[in-house]
T-cell receptor, first 114, second 112 residues
Framework: GAGVSQSPRYKVAKRGQDVALRCDPI?????LFWYQQALGQGPEFLTY????????KSGLPSDRFFAERPEGSVSTLKIQRTQQEDSAVYLC????????????FGDGTRLSIL | DAKTTQPTSMDCAEGRAANLPCNHS???????VYWYRQIHSQGPQYIIH???NNETNEMASLIITEDRKSSTLILPHATLRDTAVYYC?????????????FGKGTTLSVSS
């Protein structure tokens, strides 16, 4: 379909490993967001891109978290030296630049750190 | 912190209208009310948004009080597939790149 696509849907990693999560936004959407959702909680903002520029990374919990969007379309969220508290669902959302258009979410990647 | 208050849970019989309330007493004049829902194991799904007028689309209706301090999302004929967590969010107008601030939402359970 034409929605936001995330991969993998599930990722299991051992503590200390690095992981990379991918987001394919809706074609033509300028804005791209990453959110983290802990079990039983609402999503929480991590970082925001406008095209390839990362304009807000205030929600990234530590310097182990890194995101990029080099060509202004696909984005990757990387977590280095994973820890158990990184276990969560990571959601990607995109929106167009047309005023007040809503964000559209992918189904997320469920990350489990053993 | 979320600027909205919602009941933790609600029940609704299949085929009946589901009316989900939301309080946003500190809403600013330049903030929209957005509603999203999240079905188990899926990402949040946009439902509807409004500024001050009532809105309707193919999914739901949004009723905003005249003072804009509260709103109600109405699902006119709830089905089992409407069972989900419903989030009411306020977000500024004309600010691309503004992150959504989710609260804990209302868990709506629709039963037959």
């Amino acid at each position: 379909g034409a929605g936001v696509s995330q991969s993998p849907r599930y990722k299991v990693a051992k503590r200390g490993q690095d992981v990379a999560l991918r987001c394919d936004p809706i074609s033509g959407h300028v804005s791209l967001f990453w959110y983290q959702q802990a079990l039983g909680q609402g999503p929480e903002f991590l970082t925001y891109f406008q095209n390839e520029a990362q304009l807000d990374k205030s929600g990234l919990p530590s310097d182990r978290f890194f995101a990029e969007r080099p060509e202004g379309s696909v984005s990757t969220l990387k977590i280095q030296r994973t820890q158990q508290e990184d276990s969560a669902v990571y959601l990607c959302a995109s929106s167009s630049e047309v005023t007040n258009q809503p964000q559209h979410f992918g189904d997320g990647t469920r990350l489990s750190i053993l | 912190d979320a600027k909205t208050t919602q009941p933790t849970s609600m029940d609704c019989a299949e085929g009946r209208a589901a009316n989900l309330p939301c309080n946003h007493s500190t809403i600013s004049g330049n903030e929209y009310v957005y509603w999203y829902r999240q079905i188990h194991s899926q990402g949040p799904q946009y439902i509807i948004h409004g500024l001050k007028n009532n809105e309707t689309n193919e999914m739901a209706s949004l009723i905003i009080t005249e003072d804009r301090k509260s709103s109600t999302l109405i699902l006119p004929h709830a089905t089992l597939r409407d069972t989900a967590v419903y989030y009411c969010i306020v977000s500024p107008v004309n600010q691309a790149g503004t992150a959504l601030i989710f609260g804990k939402g209302t868990t709506l359970s629709v039963s037959s």
